[in-house]
């Protein structure tokens, strides 16, 4: 039998092809999510990661991004960093996800070098398979330490989609699955220190849980000295402290947790995102002894076949590791200083426009004067080669997380690229303004 | 357009990632220390001088005690010589404001190389690194240093205590880095980086020949293997007692230190009893034959003999010999390559050589350096000018001492040329540079040349000066934003220029050493 010879499809990954990308984004629409694939068409982002590497991403077309989102930090150390890449390999040889039910070797050494390395006091360390759950685990600590069952998070926060972390968060999230419950999850007001009490007067509240800064909400930062009061707060209620460190832990904001710069220990604190090297899914949630009780009482309270899976922990160990160098520190300072002195600069051409910088190490949220602004400066970093993501739950600010081993020709390039197109997005909305 | 493909999976030795990091950090150090001005230049310089030269006893000490090598008193004169009297010797010379040349019409903007890498000996540990980081911060460079894993510890501690100081003067954070764990592959990794943008190489020949192959600028330099003539004309006594102080400086670790002397017959008597008057031990035949097997087992040079005094070397060999023995002299006849006393020696032992006039004395320091050594330093000691001047153009080394100790005359500390721990061996040793190591060598300058017509006038330059002073610490601490001018923020750096306490300090030590020197030269 002969073979007709066939030309190779465009897009050949080995297991699968496409042909173009408008057929993958048809398929995308067809087998997976239509209303996700077609937001981003529609928001002038047409983005389908193709290649990736350091800090840089590739559409499928070839056009080539710098990473200032890093997918809320997962992608901290950059895309398939070499270390990480190279540690999870070798393992492979050895490893694969593990058994939960028995003690395990690298869940084991994980958990040594994060307590290690955490604030003083949390000495447990739980695992789950992504931020979610690990959330869920840190709730339901929280719950069995001090037999009470409320929650209490802020208005506009995000801790994840799974069952009860979906609870803390926005509205939007919950009642599309009818799983809002807010006699369980009271939200109170950011930066509200009378609403903060309010809620824990009834001494009812098994938690507060908080994002060291809220990152979906735009990065607001707290006022000086609002989280140390709100654990204040916690202490003179029997309430625990939930540092949700997914996206301000891992040198983000200068130092290895965010919550440090604050002085506070945490009763709980969950790390996910980063702590993944961007290449296993793994989440970790750190317990003081006294709020992580239920691990004495009956070990197999929570259980999770691939949290904590031992390649993920192996990734963490190794992320863990490189975010805890001198040197990673010591360039985070200066990413930050460098970034924050350019925007500073740009704020200067733009002052009516580009309104506000918050920033806390090379966390940044950029404020601009339009309910929508962050999505038309988003538009224009896209078509000028950045990569950075509007605040889901408050679209006037652009979320922007530089890499913490960002190499200084790259920052500046992100910087140019940043500026052009701020100015872009502001002779857009004047002249639809004009017109 | 996409393209799959597999990488080989590459494992990369332990160390090899965080060298890399180091090199990030200093590249992100360098371009901020760029911008400095030169009073805060200046004063960063004073302070990582002043916390070596404090200490220099201590790390003499430690490096003897690690490495095994050298005399603690050399070791502390040296380290003060590379740290505070380096930073002397430059004083008032800028490598950093802009120079203005209204003549010519010329201004030259200095230029740092960036990121310094700095592999140094075992030989000269806390010396080699002091000179390498002040070099580097009077230029604005940032540095790394690769040390000689013998000498580790004490390079780390030395390198660290100048690095505290030059932070804490207000030098960017991570200007001075050291590789604590230095290995093959590492350094290795951190030479071919392109991050690296100049390697200053001192050690052994195969490290200066890979830091040549490494593909990035580098400067390394070639071994000594000193000649030194004395004619006639001489002071012998003089003569004797400047190449034995020298031979046994540091117990001859130095690479200027003498390797052979060439006498002529008529006063090669008469400076061998000079000699055994300084404390030196002129070997008998059987004897000279016993530390040849012992100092060159083979034929190849044992490094258990470097920096040992003479009189534990005597022993190695099976003899006893006077307790105040500095130097052990063994005569020979012939400087061919398979007689090892005609090849570098880092230990006080020290060829001696006779020839019927001084020109064929000539010869025969050509051929000590066919052997090794070229381009490096040679010695004559002589009253007669044109003897002087036929033998430093016959020889092909780039520094001739006259009438002075080689280990401390070829590298500036006896003599006005500047004084280094890396001496250039030019074309003649395989190297790029041919002058002493200093600090012009870690800078490039922008010229900025106006249009030679007369018509054409340069406007004042003068005044005008691109860098700053930097604001506070650099980089400034991540504070949140909305909490700057919170009273939390790390408090601000002293500035004050060097203090009276460390300049007293200073000069007590400079006493201190300098009373030291006069008591081993009396004994």
């Known amino acids: ?435 | 357009m996409s393209e799959m493909t597999y990488e080989p999976l590459m494992v990369e030795p332990a160390g090899v990632p965080r060298g890399r990091a180091m090199i990030e950090r200093a590249d992100w150090a360098a371009r901020a220390y760029a911008k400095y001005d030169v009073a805060t230049v200046n004063r960063i310089v004073d302070a990582a001088a002043s916390a070596l030269a404090a200490r220099a006893q201590e790390f003499a000490r430690d490096a003897v005690a690690e490495t095994g090598f050298g005399v603690v008193e050399h070791k502390v004169l040296k380290n003060v010589a590379c740290s505070t009297g380096i930073v002397d010797a430059y004083r008032g010379q800028d490598f950093v404001s802009p120079e203005i040349d209204d003549v010519n019409k010329i201004v030259a903007i200095p230029r740092p190389a960036g990121v310094v890498l700095a592999l140094t000996p075992s030989t000269n540990p806390v010396a080699t690194v002091s000179f390498k980081i002040i070099l580097a911060l009077m230029t604005r460079n940032a540095i790394i240093i690769s040390p000689h894993p013998m000498a580790k510890k004490v390079c780390s501690a030395a390198a660290k205590a100048m690095a505290e100081a030059a932070v804490a003067a207000g030098a960017p954070d991570g200007i001075i880095q050291i590789v604590e764990d230095p290995s093959i592959p590492l350094i290795n990794a951190l030479m071919t980086d392109e991050r690296t943008d100049v390697i200053v190489a001192t050690g052994g020949s195969p490290v200066v020949r890979s830091a040549y192959r490494s593909g990035n600028p580098a400067i390394g330099v070639g071994p000594g293997n000193v000649p030194v003539l004395v004619d006639s004309t001489a002071d012998i006594q003089k003569t004797a007692a400047r190449i034995i102080e020298s031979k046994a400086f540091d117990n001859s670790i130095l690479c200027t230190n003498e390797s052979v002397v060439i006498a002529e017959e008529a006063i090669a008597d008469k400076l061998l009893s000079a000699f055994a008057r300084e404390g030196a031990y002129v070997l008998k035949d059987e004897e000279r034959d016993a530390i040849r097997n012992t100092v060159f087992p083979e034929g190849h040079f044992n490094i258990k003999m470097v920096g040992k005094d003479a009189v534990w070397i005597a022993e190695q060999a099976g003899l006893k010999v006077p307790a105040k023995t500095r130097v052990l002299v063994a005569p020979f006849d012939l400087v061919v390559p398979e007689e090892p006393f005609a090849h570098e020696k880092l230990c006080p032992v020290l060829g001696f050589v006779r020839v019927p006039t001084a020109e064929r004395g000539i010869d025969i320091a050509r051929a000590i350096l066919r052997i090794t050594g070229a381009g490096h330093s040679a010695a004559i000691h002589s009253a007669n000018p044109d003897l002087i001047m036929k033998f430093s153009a016959a020889v092909p080394v780039l520094r001739v001492s006259v009438n002075v100790g080689n280990s401390l005359g070829a590298s500036g500390i006896q003599t006005n040329l500047p004084t280094t721990m890396t001496i250039g061996t030019g074309f003649a040793g395989r190297s790029s540079v041919g002058e002493n190591l200093q600090p012009k060598h870690l800078i490039n300058y922008t010229r900025l040349a106006y249009n030679s017509d007369v018509r054409e006038v340069m406007p004042a330059f003068a005044g005008l000066n691109p860098w700053v002073a930097p604001a506070g610490p650099v980089p400034a601490y991540p504070t949140a934003s909305n909490d700057r001018n919170n009273a939390q923020v790390p408090a601000p750096i002293h500035r004050e220029p060097i203090s009276q306490d460390v300049a007293e300090l200073r000069d007590e030590i400079r006493k201190l050493i300098v009373e030291e020197l006069h008591a081993l030269i009396k004994n």
């Not at chain 1, 960093?81 to 994980?110: C, K, W, Y």
């Not at chain 1, 807010?182 to 009378?194: G, K, S």
């Open chain 1, 1 to 435: 039998m002969t073979q007709e010879h066939v030309a190779a499809p465009e897009f050949d990954y080995g297991l699968f092809s496409y042909d173009s990308k408008e057929q993958m984004l048809d398929k995308s629409k067809e087998f997976w999510n239509p209303g996700k694939t077609q937001f981003w068409i529609d928001s002038g982002v047409p983005l389908v990661i193709d290649r990736r590497e350091e800090y840089f991403i590739y559409d499928m077309s070839g056009k080539r991004l710098i990473d200032a989102h890093l997918n809320g930090g997962t992608y901290n150390l950059g895309h398939r960093n070499p270390e990480v890449v190279q540690a999870v390999t070798m393992a492979m040889q050895h490893f694969d996800i593990g058994n939960h039910h028995f003690p395990s070797l690298a869940r084991t050494a994980l958990a040594e070098a994060l307590i290690k390395t955490a604030p003083a006091g949390l000495s447990k360390v739980i695992y789950g398979s992504g931020g979610g759950e690990a959330i869920d685990i840190a709730l339901k600590t929280a719950r069995h330490a001090t037999q009470k069952r409320k929650i209490v998070s802020i208005i506009k926060a995000y801790h994840g989609h799974t069952g009860l972390a979906v609870g803390t968060g926005d509205d939007r999230f919950s009642k599309l699955f009818l799983s809002d419950r807010p006699e369980e999850f009271p939200h109170v007001p950011f930066n509200d220190l009378e609403a903060m009490e309010d809620a824990l007067r009834g001494r009812d509240v098994a938690a507060v849980i908080m994002e060291t800064i809220p990152a979906t909400y735009g990065f607001p930062l707290p006022n000086p000295g609002y989280l140390e009061a709100v654990k204040v707060l916690c202490e003179k209620y029997d309430a625990l402290y939930i540092a949700d460190e997914v996206q301000t832990g891992l040198m983000r904001t200068g130092e290895l947790w965010g919550i440090t710069k604050h002085g506070i220990t945490p009763d709980i604190l969950v790390t996910g995102k980063g702590i993944s090297g961007g290449l296993y899914p793994i989440a970790a949630v750190l317990a003081t002894e006294k709020a992580a009780g239920w691990l004495n009482e009956d070990g197999f309270g929570h259980i999770s076949t691939f949290g904590g899976a031992e390649l993920g922990c192996i990734a963490a160990l190794k992320t863990l590791e490189i975010c805890s160098r001198e040197e990673t520190r010591s360039m985070v300072h200066y990413i930050a200083d460098y970034v924050g002195k350019r925007l500073a600069e740009v704020q200067a051409t733009y002052p009516d426009w580009f309104v506000g910088i918050r920033q806390n190490g090379v966390i940044l949220g950029l404020e601009f004067a339009h309910p929508q602004g962050a999505k038309y400066v988003m538009r224009h970093l896209y078509e000028n080669g950045v990569w950075a993501i509007f605040s889901t739950l408050d679209p006037r600010v652009l979320q922007y997380k530089p890499g913490i081993l960002l190499k200084p020709e790259v920052a500046e390039e992100m910087l140019d690229r940043t500026e052009l197109a701020i100015g872009k997005a502001y002779a857009e909305i004047r002249n639809e303004r004009r017109s």
